[in-house]
């Protein structure tokens, strides 16, 4: 029989051990997560920071940089070139991003059908997507040639008028937006289907059974229940055709007639950094660009309560 | 059925923009520079000149740039599955003080734009001395706050029985990691795997800047310096952008129904 004091050294006995047992899983758990944590904080965070630090300064990269406030600032608001990208970035967002949300929504409806051949259909989508974009970015520029593309002959043929989709200065712009879209479409629908496969069936057997039209159950069940999805969908396509680069640079190329009506926000950074080693002034400017996308997430947010419904 | 029948037209138009980019560029990269410059412009090459594919292997030196980047992809791919699991796991399991905090840090990395980190990155990758060097392609690409996240979740839905019967046949800690949790989740650490070989196969502005000798260039940059010296060759261009795109075409079509999965599931999610 035990004694109360060697229960209760048994009992201390429990505590301690279980004391060390979690003592080894918070270490087992820190070195677990260190590789990432540390690389996150000297390739991610840090830089992330330093970013902001470095749009004060004027910095050529190797000597020491130098403060000079909102020196970088005033600059870029005088310059036509920063304000022409700010300008193009904006238009390619968005126009880009509700054509292509719109034409990947009405090929998700289609495929939504229980349609024969519908992997296959997905998968042609798709195939854009998986793509690397320089290479994207050449085809479609061969596929835009003036003289010899094949756009511009199949225009021909129907008697339509054949433009200079890349070099007619007011149109180039549009014509990479079409590209972009073509891009991303496949990637949109491949979200919008799977939100439309989690719409239950049963609201359609009701709305059926009231008499409802197609058309009445798309305003009335489909839509309002894919808009979590659409939201979703909005959100990240704006972020990244607001970082769009690949494309722009390779459809520029070496040209001087498309520098202008083609340069983004992130081709102005990667010019003034790493054409021109002004690195302050790069900085700014990637940190406008971050300000903006966080501004566009941040107005997303506010006003999804008014058209998006979480109830379903 | 009407309806029926004009959605494929609808569907089968649509895919055929989608497709022909690609069997243009096919066609072009096996025609003879004179025949792409015809007009009108000839469907099928009239002969087929597969020498435009080993004139891109002469004209640069495409076979380095090839194994560049699969040695970077493959080193990326590895070392974050590997790493952001590891975290995952911690994260998804085990306790230990600032947890939540640490982990909301991670998650804050995930709004900020790659290009903004850029020129930063730039300075500490010249102050290591790895500018030009496999390092700056490949170490800050090992780490991934969104596959730290996407594994998290999706361990945080494997049953904590298995763990705990585990536990108790004595398994250790990164035996359960790697015995019970790692075999359980193939889904998610596919569908990272392919997001990962997709994202730095196809990436541009880093390798772009991060690199100056041909003999680093992986192939998106290799491709883009090919079209400035070779601007208007567009049979040998296209050759080029074939061979660059080809890999991942095919692992698309083999992999496609991890990759869609791993998509759907982040846009249910939110």
Redesign the interface.
Known sequence: METPLAQRRQKTGLISKRKKR?HQ??I???L??A???I??C???????V??FA?SFTKWN?ISAAEYIGLGNIIALIQDSSFIRSIVNTTVFTIVSVPLSVIIAM??SL??N?R??GMVV????????V???????G???K??Y?T??G?VN?VLGLFGLPQPSWLFNPNIALLSVILVYV?MTV??NV??L???LQ?ISKTYYEAAQIDGATKVNQFFHITLPLIT??LF??FITGM?SS??V??LI??MI??SNVLLEPLRTI?YG??ES??KYSQ?GI??AQ??L??LT??FV?IIQFAFQKKWVHYDG | MKIKVNNHILLIFGAFIMIIPFLWMVSTSLKSYGEAMQVPPTILPQEWKMSNYSSVFESVNFLKYYLNTIIVTLSRTLAQLFLCSLAAFAFARLRFPGKNIIFIAILSVLMVPPQVILIPNYAILTQLGWIDTFYALIVPGMFSAFGVFLLRQFFMGIPKELDEAATMDGCSLFGIYWKIILPNSTPALMALGIFTILASWNDFLWPLVMTNSADMRVLSVGIAAFQGQYATDYPLLMAGAVMSTIPMLIMFIFLQKHLITGIALQGVRR
Do not use: H
Not at chain 1, 121 to 128: A, D, E, Q, V
Not at chain 1, 130 to 136: G, I, Q, S
């Open positions: 979690a899983e918070a087992w758990a820190y677990f997560i590789p990432t944590v690389g996150l000297i390739f991610y965070m840090f830089p992330a330093a970013s470095l990269g009405c090929i289609m495929l059908q349609i024969k259909y997905r998968t042609l989508y798709f195939l854009p998986v793509t690397m974009p320089v290479a994207v050449m085809v479609w061969w596929l040639n003289e010899y094949l002959y073509w496949g990637n491949i979200l289907l799977a939100g989690g979590p999805t979703f969908v972020i607001l970082q680069f690949d640079f390779i190329g070496d992130v950074v990667y950094g790493f690195m790069a900085s990637a940190f660009l971050f996308i966080l997430t």
